[in-house]
């Protein structure tokens, strides 16, 4: 394999160096090809074939990569779109060495999570994008309750096991000013996991399918519903049905109706009350003087 090559696969975090000189053999010219046969080892629960007993869709999930590590499934993930890889393309890994959170945070993703990023080209204008977040965590939430757990959504699209995060998305995009190349929608499910697989500082205000749901969960059922559930929330997002989703969205709520304390991109704080979310995906609060704040991004608390 090429030097070049070989730098780009490194520096996009999807082989490590001494990974990377392994890649000897393989056919030079389709790194696709090359990521899809070598993968990171064998996986050893989740398998394309288990996924798609459960999968009812028609795009997405037709072609799904299954890896038993990688750093992270949005970097790859970018890196195959940035290659050609077309939309619907699953990337699903076992294990996240360097997985990413939202707001350059670190992502804890041990053996027993659904850690997975899906390959998007949606035909909409970028400024729309953030309604794809809302509809993943729709699906995400959708899901979880099929499970027959209450899961709510925390915007915008954490989703909450009574009060506590179970699943987060990590959606990264490449546009130029007024078309999308690609979105990658990485989402990170805390399934067959305990509070003790995670680093302490991060236990408290976590939980897992583990701790709430009443019987195991199967991983690549899950999947397999996930998808399900995001293709039907994609299409009506393609569509142009916002509203339909931004009604799922409202009902499954935990924030509409609570007073939050906002810190917002850049450092700026506010608090409120969330009277509700309008349909470019913005929280709409009102301050204490009555005044109303559109809020686009932020990190949000419950006081
Ligand atoms: C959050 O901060 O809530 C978002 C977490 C997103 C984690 C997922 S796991 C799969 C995908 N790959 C990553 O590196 N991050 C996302």
């Known amino acids: 394999m090429k030097k070049e090559m070989m730098k780009l696969l490194v520096s996009h975090e999807i082989f490590t160096e001494e990974e990377a000189t392994k890649l000897d053999s393989i056919n030079e010219e389709t790194i696709e090809k090359a990521i899809k046969e070598l993968g990171f080892g064998k996986t050893e629960h989740i398998t394309k074939e288990k996924i798609s007993e459960f999968l009812e869709t028609e795009k997405i999930g037709k072609d799904i990569l299954c890896f038993r590590k990688v750093f992270s499934t949005n970097s790859i993930s970018k890196f195959l779109a940035n290659h050609g890889a077309e939309e619907g393309t699953i990337l699903v890994s076992e294990i996240q060495t360097n997985a990413r959170g939202r707001s350059g945070k670190k992502w804890e993703a041990p053996e027993g999570g659904v850690w997975m990023s899906m390959i998007l080209r949606p035909d909409v204008p970028p400024a729309k994008i953030g309604l794809i977040t809302l509809a993943t965590g729709v699906a995400i939430a959708k899901a979880i309750r099929s499970l027959d757990v209450d899961a709510k959504i925390k915007w915008p699209n954490d989703v909450l096991i009574k009060g506590n995060k179970i699943s987060g998305v ?106 509700g979310i309008n349909n470019e995906g913005s929280l709409i609060l009102e301050r204490q003087d009555g005044t109303l704040e559109k809020i686009i991004s932020g990190e949000l608390r419950t006081i």
């Open 170 to 275: 990590l959606t990264e995009v490449n546009a130029t000013f007024n078309q999308i190349e690609y979105v990658v929608v990485g989402v990170g499910i805390d399934s067959n996991l305990k509070l003790e697989d995670f680093s302490e500082d991060i236990r408290i205000g976590t939980t897992t399918l583990t701790e709430e749901a009443p019987t195991k969960v199967d991983e690549n059922e899950l999947i397999g519903i996930f998808l399900n559930e995001f293709e039907k929330v994609y299409d009506i997002y393609l569509n142009g049905d916002i509203e339909d989703i931004l009604t799922e969205w409202r009902a499954l709520s935990d924030t509409i109706g609570k007073y939050v304390n906002i810190t917002q991109t850049g450092g700026h704080m506010t608090q409120g009350y969330v009277v």
